[in-house]
């Protein structure tokens, strides 16, 4: 019975993260303009704070409470598994959070709850480095650090601007350390390790240098996107694996663009570092990054991650293209209205990629009933495998 609580565990955690999600997709909607009914408890201020640590923080933390929760059963044996079910408080705390700052609860409640969550994940990776001690996993240590350092800057009262700094770090330090991990496989040498510690310590010390002079400190971390961005690009393994086909060349197809963003977001931080603060230029600089590089990330990933985290199939369908043509292309439009000042072209390029996040989550959970019936034998007598056929293709 002790091995049905985790299965039990994720769906719930992941729900968690899911409320946060639809709840900064509707407030991004509300800051860019559109007239949509209002909403109780949902300020369109929290749009980022939804976003990255409601839905992404969950996520992230439970994927890594679940692969390390894997590797510590199958060290110690499938009879010794007391002991592994606190990884899972860093995702609870921050669904919570996320959950809490839809409430009528006061603020602090929320962002108590998310700081828990993160330095829970900081917790994490320092098992995980133990385990592994390697560059990839202080990589993406240095994410989770991060997250909590903004997020200790939001509970003290930093403005959002200054916060949203370390939540991109949160980001793209994770995304860069798994990417660097995957890349080993190429036994590339010194200088490509070299120009990636270069990148990651640019970006880290702009980070640092913001708490005391934060447009130079902006401009700084821009040069490190941009390094960040060219190194994934040059080193990656996305540039073999997109001669390949079906779902390798698709996740390919989404980290080559995707990298691209990055590495145009950095240039905007670097142009346009002190305007940091609000304006079209502000949502260009921080769009390009997450939209551009993290969803992108996510649409790639999603077929391989949800299964792993919830055993269920996800199968890989040409379709997906879709909706990945359509994020991109529509940001290109938000990001020539924000560099234009075109409102009408920011707000249509918000709005439909927003359907492109919308039509992802409808093609990658169809056919709906067979995955609610996956998920409620997950939830019930069993616990199969990830592939064991009975659970159907998905």
Request: hydrophobic share 55%; with cysteine; aromatic share 12%.
């Amino acid at each position: 019975m002790e091995r049905q609580s985790p299965a039990k565990a994720r769906f719930p955690l992941m729900a968690l993260g899911a409320i946060s999600l639809f709840a900064a997709l509707w407030a991004g909607l509300v800051r860019l303009g559109w007239q949509l009914p209002s909403i109780p408890f949902l300020p369109a201020g929290h749009h980022g704070a939804f976003m990255v640590s409601g839905f992404l923080g969950t996520v992230i933390s439970l994927e890594r409470a679940v692969a390390l929760r894997q590797n510590r059963l199958a060290a110690a044996g499938a009879g010794r598994e007391t002991g592994t079910l606190f990884y899972y408080l860093a995702p609870l705390f921050a669904g919570l959070g996320g959950l809490a700052l839809l409430t009528a609860l006061p603020v602090v409640v929320g962002q108590s709850l998310i700081l828990l969550g993160a330095l829970g994940l900081c917790v994490l990776f320092v098992i995980i480095y133990r385990m592994q001690p390697n560059a990839a996993n202080v990589t993406m240590g240095l994410g989770a650090l991060a997250w909590l350092a903004g997020n200790l800057l939001w509970l003290g009262g930093r403005p959002v601007a200054y916060v949203v700094p370390w939540w991109v770090a949160f980001l793209v330090l994770t995304i860069a350390g798994e990417r660097l991990e995957l890349a080993r496989v190429l036994l590339w040498g010194r200088r490509p390790r070299l120009f990636f510690i270069a990148a990651v310590g640019a970006f880290v010390a702009g980070l640092l240098l913001s708490l005391l002079a934060f447009g130079p400190g902006l401009r700084l971390a821009g040069a490190g996107l941009l390094l960040l961005g060219l190194w994934l690009l040059r080193f990656d393994t996305a540039r073999r694996t997109i001669r390949q086909s079906g779902l390798t060349r698709f996740i390919a197809a989404c980290l080559l663009p995707g990298y691209i963003w990055l590495g145009f977001g950095g240039l905007l931080w670097l142009y346009y570092g002190g305007q940091f603060l609000a304006g079209p230029a502000y949502d260009a600089m921080l769009h390009t990054i997450f939209l551009g590089f993290v969803f992108s990330m996510i649409f790639g990933h999603a077929p391989v991650i949800i299964p792993a985290v919830l055993r269920v199939r996800v199968p890989y369908r040409p379709v997906y293209y879709v909706h990945l043509a359509l994020l991109h292309l529509s940001l290109v439009l938000r990001v020539a209205g924000d560099l234009t000042v075109t409102q009408g072209m920011r707000q249509w390029g918000g709005l439909l990629n927003e359907a492109a996040i919308i039509l992802f989550l409808l093609v990658t959970v169809s056919p709906l009933p067979r995955l609610l019936g996956a998920l409620g034998r997950r939830l019930g007598l069993a616990v199969r495998p990830a592939g064991d056929p009975s659970l159907g293709s998905g």
